[in-house]
C-alpha cells in the first residue's frame, strides 16, 4: 500500500521556522523525483521545490528561493522542507508528491503564519 505522509506543520509567527517531513512507504521512494505543492484558500496548488532521485537537481519557486531548502534520505524513505523566514503568505496546505512511473500524494499538513 503506497503512503505519504507528511507532519511538521502548524502555526509559527513571521520569520520562524518549520521543518516538514513526507515518509513514504510502499514503493521504491529512491528511484522517484520527491516535491512539496501547496494551496491556499481559495488559490491553485503550486510548486514549491522538487528534488530529484539523486539528490543532485533541485528546483525553488521564486518566492521560496533562499528560504526553503528541500532535501531526501533515501535510506529513510522520507523528504523534507525546512522552511526559514516565514512569511504570512507562505499560509497554506503544504503537499508531498512522489513522481515517477506513477505520482502520489500525501493528505497535506497546515503551515499557518501569523502573529
Known amino acids: 500500500q503506497v503512503q505519504l505522509v507528511e507532519s511538521g506543520g502548524g502555526l509559527v509567527q513571521p520569520g520562524g521556522s518549520l521543518r516538514l517531513s513526507c515518509a513514504a512507504s510502499g514503493f521504491a521512494f529512491s528511484g522517484y523525483t520527491m516535491s512539496w505543492y501547496r494551496q491556499a484558500p481559495g488559490k491553485e496548488r503550486e510548486l514549491v521545490a522538487s528534488i530529484g532521485h539523486v539528490a543532485e537537481s533541485t528546483n525553488y519557486a521564486d518566492s521560496v528561493k533562499g528560504r526553503f531548502t528541500i532535501s531526501r534520505d533515501n535510506a529513510k524513505n522520507t523528504a523534507y522542507l525546512q522552511m526559514n523566514s516565514l512569511k504570512p503568505e507562505d499560509t497554506a496546505v503544504y503537499y508531498c508528491?512522489?513522481?515517477?512511473?506513477?505520482?502520489?500524494w500525501g493528505q497535506g499538513t497546515q503551515v499557518t503564519v501569523s502573529s
Open positions: 508528491n512522489a513522481r515517477w512511473v506513477q505520482s502520489y
